[in-house]
């Protein structure tokens, strides 16, 4: 009889502890795709998000605005730059955008925020998350408007509505204060208290000439790419294309390093939570195992009295786990497609018990918790585990091939 054969009938011996067996290993698959998917797919909507909410994913500015931003510091030819990443494959978007800080005010208030400026011919609702975000009015049209796009809080602020006069305050390009009158073209809520009550978005065209801008002069240009996993690989791309000393080229992660610090802090989290899974998973496996050889002495002392090697004896019981680990498995991806194509599609809606406003450094989380599994990680995930229960068979393996023979057989 091959020993492959032999394993699988040893296997069924105790029906009942190979079934919890094989059923704890597929229990773990679904738990471990549960956890990585949540975790994913928070992390790409966070990233997402936080993308077009001005910076995306990559971003090329002056070199050394990210450590002090001044809007004495900007990029000549920023239309070039944008049409040369256009080019690159993987590049969604590319948008020209100033950004500065700036007072606001109102016939009766003032309060501190931040403003971009942006082409409204170039912008749409996958790039733009404030003009996704518009609750009252629309965007500004023409780049050189007097529309502003105003936050619900500020307008609260400021008691202003759509078509009431907004003056922002801010320096321009020479270090002087110079003043600007807006009007109210719309009214966007995004739902992050922090954005709402601090942004405005302003035409281009009109806050290069109150900067003293040149007509294709930015403060930076937005790169939204495909898939932000390739954030990083993208960031080499696009500068071993500019080739240009006086500019940089910063993944999300150095641009929002709070927001990279978040996820980051939770990856390791995540980290913990499945050791610990595969932990439980192989202390059961193990113990299987165990107790199945140490209730075959007899058997494999007389095995082993008849001429089977210790070799072959320890290949038995890995190939038992094998088994256990290729059942398990199997089990595993059954249950897990139909509750992974629910959460996918789906999902879970915890708006009720986060409310209306949950962010996360000033990025908001969608209350609708949903799984998102990268091809990667699958692989991952079913490797680790298949390597686990193999790594759990092997003491055991070596117990059985230790057994003497003769003191074996004088047990009952």
Not at 189 to 197: P, R
Request: aromatic share 8%; with cysteine; net charge neutral.
């Amino acid at each position: 009889m091959k020993i492959s054969n032999m394993a699988w009938r040893n296997l069924w011996r105790r029906k009942r502890r190979t079934y919890i067996t094989v059923l704890s290993i597929g229990f773990g698959v679904l738990l471990s795709v549960t956890f990585t998917g949540m975790a994913y797919d928070s992390y790409t909507k966070m990233i997402d998000t936080s993308a077009v909410m001005g910076l995306g994913h990559v971003t090329i500015e002056p070199r050394g605005y990210n450590d002090s931003p001044s809007l004495e510091k900007r990029l000549s030819d920023a239309a070039g730059i944008r049409e040369q990443l256009l080019e690159i494959n993987g590049v969604d978007s590319a948008l020209e955008r100033i950004m500065g800080q700036a007072m606001f005010a109102s016939a009766g208030k003032s309060i501190g925020g931040a403003f971009i400026a942006v082409d409204p011919d170039m912008e749409s609702v996958e790039s733009n998350l404030f003009i996704r975000s518009i609750v009252e009015g629309g965007l500004f049209s023409g780049q050189n408007s007097q529309g502003a796009l105003v936050g619900t809080r500020v307008a609260k602020k400021l008691n202003i509505d759509i078509g009431k006069k907004l003056i922002y305050t801010t320096t321009d390009a020479n270090g002087e204060i110079i003043s600007e009158i807006a009007r109210v073209s719309g009214i966007f809520k995004t739902g992050v208290s922090e954005v709402d009550g601090s942004m405005i978005i302003l035409p281009i065209d009109r806050v290069r000439s109150s900067l003293g801008y040149e007509a294709e002069d930015a403060t930076l240009v937005s790169v939204v790419v495909r898939d932000q996993r390739r954030s990083d690989e993208m960031r080499d791309i696009i500068m071993s294309k500019l080739r240009n000393p006086a500019w940089e080229a910063l993944t999300w992660r150095e641009t929002q390093a709070d927001l990279a610090s978040i996820i980051t802090l939770d990856k390791s989290g995540n980290i913990i939570i499945q050791v610990l899974i595969g932990l439980l998973i192989a202390a059961g496996i193990l113990n299987t195992l165990l107790m199945s050889v140490m209730e075959r002495t007899r058997e494999f002392g007389v095995m082993m009295a008849v001429g089977m090697s210790p070799f072959t004896l320890f290949r038995l019981v890995i190939i038992e786990s094998i088994w256990y680990a290729i059942l398990g498995l199997c089990l595993g991806v059954l249950i897990t497609i139909p509750w992974y194509a629910f959460m996918y599609l789906h999902g879970i809606d915890f708006t009720g018990m986060v409310g209306s406003d949950y962010s996360a450094s000033g990025v908001l989380i969608d209350p609708v918790m949903k799984i998102r599994l990268y091809r990667e990680s699958a692989a991952w995930i079913l490797t680790a585990l298949f390597t686990l229960t193999i790594l759990s068979g092997i003491y055991p393996a070596w117990r059985a091939g230790r057994v003497p023979p003769v003191e074996s057989l004088k047990e009952i």
